[in-house]
């Protein structure tokens, strides 16, 4: 049991947009600690696609973007493309546990 | 560019004291900018957070993890290691090190190293 929630699994036909939320608590998210995301595609490292909620690190695209309210953050991904899928995976910090926390994963598929 | 490289035995006995060591090419792990953090994947999982080591040698623990764990630099060598002792099962799958920015994300990831804990 991951201590933030994502969905199993979104889908989205090519061109299209999908949201990928991520839920928290008032002791990670909700205490405003920085909310950031990571692309990992088949068989390899994960990858940083955003960071401190809404910034992206150089060379990712401007198709993908993130958004934070209060215990919840959400990634869109617009313009789908079939080198999007992949999963995702939020990440934040939790004061309680006293270090990092990452959500369970999203599995991306382009149909 | 700053490169990861995980390096490790392979295959540990139940009960034996895993570690792993991350060589850090291209750059120091004594940056006074970045800390370093342990994450693992087990099988067709998703990622889990085990700890992370300061520019001061403060360390972080998983709490589920935090009496069998520790972490360390070895500034000569450009490195840092992991040792987990008395492994089980549970502790089979692919270690990642990585280098953590101020908004504690990690902006380069190692290639991983797979562990696999059987007799």
């Known amino acids: 049991q991951s201590v933030l929630t994502q969905p199993p699994s979104v889908s989205g036909a090519p061109g299209q947009r999908v949201d990928i939320s991520c839920t928290g608590t008032?002791?990670?998210?909700?205490?405003?600690?920085?909310v950031n995301w990571y692309q990992q595609l088949p068989g390899t490292s994960p990858r940083l696609l955003m960071f401190?909620?809404?910034l992206r690190p150089s060379g990712v695209p401007d198709r993908f973007s993130g958004s934070k309210s209060g215990t919840s953050a959400s990634l869109a991904i617009s313009g789908l493309q079939a080198e999007d899928e992949a999963h995702y995976y939020c990440?934040?910090?939790?004061?309680?546990?006293?270090?990092?926390?990452f959500g369970g994963g999203t599995k991306l598929t382009v149909l | 560019q700053l490169q990861l490289q995980e390096s490790g035995p392979g295959l540990v006995k139940p009960s034996e004291t895993l570690t792993l060591t991350c060589t850090v090419l291209g750059g120091s792990v004594a940056s006074t900018t970045y800390s370093w953090d342990w994450i693992r994947q087990s099988p067709g999982k998703g990622l889990e957070w085990l700890g992370t080591?300061?520019?001061?040698?403060?360390?972080l623990y998983s709490p589920s993890l935090k009496n069998r764990l520790s972490i360390s630099v070895d500034a000569s060598n450009n490195q840092l290691s992991l040792k987990l002792i008395s492994v089980t099962d549970a502790d089979t799958g692919v270690y990642y090190c990585?280098?953590?920015?101020?908004?504690?994300?990690?902006?380069?990831w190692g290639i991983g190293t797979t562990v696999t804990v059987s007799p």
């Open positions: 401190a909620d809404t």
């Open positions: 080591i300061y520019y001061s040698g403060t360390t």
């Open positions: 008032s002791s990670n998210i909700g205490s405003r600690y920085d």
């Open positions: 990440q934040s910090f939790d004061r309680i546990l006293g270090g990092s926390v």
């Open positions: 990585g280098r953590v920015t101020s908004a504690r994300s990690l902006d380069v």
